[in-house]
Structure formats: structure tokens, C-alpha cells
């Protein structure tokens, strides 16, 4: 790209709507926690923003001309998809009841490394240096979110439900990645179907038990509302969009910015804090997630600092 065209109003536009993606879905903690302390649970949380997101999405399908019709090996696909990005939801909102909520959405950003690992030994992708130091980052930002700082503790549950949807999103993505047919269907269409399934797997529990929780009044109500708009359609929406701007590495490199708006909604919005070695481990893993997702330019680098050591002749 030349200097001129990385200047020019579509780039700029690209990396604006990434940003301010990142930023959205960021916001879910603000919203949900809030909802928790009204009297909800994550499932009935998760059940209302579901469904008030579907008819946004059909609204938006509508706009676009899109059909809702699917053929039956395509519907299969997005029943998997929307039930790997529905258990993915419900274990990140429940991980919110044991550990701080910024450090949940920090702990959900080693997402991008599980999919590089996934990719290498599932499907034969080139192991690559990048993602071997990666790990290494990632172990030391992991390991100083879960050592509990002095006279504190840590949830050995918040971090196992974390890791639980951190894995479901990363066979998600592997899946979109992968599938063929996945990558034929329209963003939106995807998306609606997604809510849907997802819609019916909490409905589900619901129906196994499960209690189904109302907001107390209208700000709750208010809450949902913006859990369904903000970092679900309006976040998804513009993630697709600067996709096709700037391209999917530049998006998901301001991706970032995701956990560190969730952090600092946290701690302005819920008065949670962060200890210094928390906050250390949380900029590990922020590093180590966008080191993988940059994985060529790094692997560039690599390259060009090991000529600088010549190996030893034998």
C-alpha cells in the first residue's frame, strides 16, 4: 500500500469502524453487570438480547434485499455456529458472577492464539515461530492474572468459564475460517440465524429450569436494548465493514482495543480495580493476541533480525 492510498478516505474509514467496533463489543460487561444486580441471571440476560437483536438483523436483511431462504446443509452450519457463539455468550456473562469483568474480557482475548493452534494441529497450517512466542507471552500474562495478589483470591470457576468461551469463539471462528459454504452466506443472514439458534439454546434452558429473569424497570429494559445494539449488531456490522476496507489482520490487530475497553468501563461504570500485576498480565495477553494476528509481519521481522546472527559453522 502506498503512502497515498494509506491516506486515502477508505483506509482512514476501515480503521475507524475497527476501533470503534473493538470499543462496542467491549461494552458488554457495562451492560450486563448491571442487569445482574437488578435481580437477572446471565441466561434470561442473554435470552432478551438475542431477541431483540433478531429483528434488528431482519430489518437489516430486509435493507440489503437479502432472502431469508437457506438450503438445508447451510442451515446445519449456522445451527453449529449459533450454538458455539450462544455457549460462547453464556459462559463469558457467567464468568462475570466470579471475577472481575474487565478481566474476564482480558482473559477472552487469548481467542486469537487458541485459533492459530487449532489451525496448526487440527488442519496442518505451517507452525509458525510467531505463534511459539505467542504462547510463551501469553503464559506469563495468564499467569499473572491467575496468581492471586496479596491477601486476595482468584475463582478457579471465572477462569475455567473463560476458558470455555474463549475456546467455543475460537472453534467458531476455525469453523467460518474453514467451511466453504460458511463463507458464501451473507454476513447478516449469518448473524440473524446465529441469534436464532442461539435464541432457542437459552430458551432451552429455560425450560430445563432455569428461571427466566426480568429487568426491574425501564432502564433495565434500557440495558437489554443496547446489549442487543451495541456490541452485537452495531459491533458486528462495522467489524464486516472495515473487513472489507482495510482487511482482516488490520482489523483484528484493533481488535485490542476490546479488552481495554471493557477494562476501563469496568473500572469507570462498575468501580472495579486492577492491581499492577494484574494489569501487567492483561497487556501480556492484549500483546501476545495481537502479535499472532500479525503473524506475517512478525514472522518478517524474525527473519530479518536472525541475519544479524549467522549460525556457527560445524
Known amino acids: 500500500m502506498t503512502d497515498k492510498e494509506s491516506q486515502s478516505p477508505a483506509p482512514l474509514r476501515g480503521y ?18 448491571p442487569l445482574y444486580d437488578e435481580g437477572m441471571n446471565p441466561n434470561s440476560v442473554l435470552l432478551f438480547r438475542y431477541l431483540l437483536g433478531i429483528p434488528v438483523m431482519a430489518l437489516v436483511m430486509r435493507m440489503r434485499g437479502l ?16 450454538f458455539l457463539m450462544a455457549l460462547s455468550s453464556l459462559a463469558l456473562f457467567e464468568s462475570y458472577r466470579y471475577i472481575n469483568s474487565g478481566i474476564a474480557s ?35 500474562g495468564l499467569a499473572l492474572l491467575m496468581k492471586p495478589s496479596e491477601g486476595g483470591s482468584i475463582s478457579l470457576t471465572g477462569i475455567l468459564l473463560v476458558a470455555v468461551s474463549s475456546l467455543t469463539y475460537a472453534l467458531y471462528l476455525v469453523l467460518v475460517n474453514v467451511s466453504r459454504r460458511v463463507k458464501s452466506i451473507p454476513t447478516s443472514r449469518l448473524l440473524f440465524y446465529v441469534l436464532c439458534w442461539g435464541s432457542l439454546l437459552f430458551g432451552g434452558i429455560s425450560a430445563l429450569g432455569e428461571p427466566v429473569t426480568l429487568p426491574s424497570g425501564g432502564g433495565g429494559w434500557l440495558r437489554l436494548s443496547a446489549l442487543a445494539l ?13 473487513i472489507q476496507l482495510i482487511g482482516s489482520t488490520s482489523t483484528a490487530i484493533l481488535g485490542s482495543l476490546e479488552p481495554i ?8 461504570f462498575l468501580g472495579q480495580s486492577m492491581t499492577p500485576q494484574e494489569m501487567a498480565g492483561a497487556v501480556l495477553i492484549i500483546l501476545a493476541a495481537t502479535i ?23
Open 16 to 33: 475507524l469502524f475497527a476501533a470503534l467496533a473493538a470499543a462496542s463489543y467491549g461494552t458488554n460487561p457495562a451492560f450486563a453487570v
Open 67 to 82: 432472502s431469508f431462504r437457506m438450503s438445508r446443509s447451510d442451515m446445519m452450519q449456522t445451527v453449529i455456529l449459533g
Open 106 to 140: 482480558t482473559l477472552l482475548f487469548v481467542y486469537p492464539v487458541m485459533v492459530a493452534v487449532i489451525m496448526t494441529f487440527l488442519f496442518h497450517e505451517r507452525f509458525r515461530l510467531s505463534v511459539a512466542i505467542c504462547l510463551a507471552i501469553m503464559g506469563g
Open 230 to 242: 451495541i456490541p452485537t449488531v452495531i459491533s458486528l456490522g462495522l467489524t464486516s465493514r472495515a
Open 261 to 268: 475497553s471493557a477494562l476501563l468501563l469496568s473500572i469507570i
Open 292 to 314: 499472532v494476528v500479525a503473524d506475517k509481519q512478525v514472522d518478517r521481522v524474525i527473519l530479518h533480525v536472525r541475519k544479524f546472527f549467522p549460525r556457527r559453522p560445524d
